[in-house]
């Protein structure tokens, strides 16, 4: 076996390696930034929930308000009733 051989021996399953892991090193990547354009769609859509939730119990909150409202007029106006 001359030196040729024995180079091409040893180089070309070390080359292979070297390929397979940088291959590897890029879908790791891409996976990783597969589950941050998830992690963010996620986020947005928890987000957008929260904001609906929020306005929601800001909306429901002026509605007690004026029940509260009407009860109070209603009390005041059996109130003057009895009186008379």
Same mark, same amino acid.
């Given at each position: 076996?001359?030196?040729?051989?024995?180079?091409?021996?040893?180089?070309?399953?070390?080359?292979? #390696?070297?390929?397979?892991? *940088?291959?590897?090193?890029?879908?790791?990547?891409?996976?990783?930034?597969? !589950?941050?354009? *998830?992690?963010?769609?996620?986020?947005?859509? !928890?987000?957008?929930?929260?904001?609906?939730?929020?306005? *929601?119990?800001?909306? !429901?909150?002026? *509605?007690?308000?004026?029940?509260?409202? #009407?009860d109070n007029r209603l009390t005041r106006?059996?109130?003057?009733?009895?009186?008379?």
């Amino acid at each position: 076996m001359n030196d040729a051989q024995l180079y091409f021996a040893i180089g070309v399953p070390v080359f292979a #390696i070297i390929i397979n892991m *940088l291959v590897g090193m890029f879908q790791i990547n891409s996976l990783n930034g597969r !589950f941050t354009s *998830l992690e963010g769609n996620i986020n947005a859509r !928890f987000t957008g929930i929260e904001n609906r939730f929020t306005s *929601l119990e800001a909306r !429901f909150d002026t *509605l007690t308000g004026k029940v509260i409202e #009407i009860d109070n007029r209603l009390t005041r106006v059996e109130a003057i009733l009895e009186r008379h």
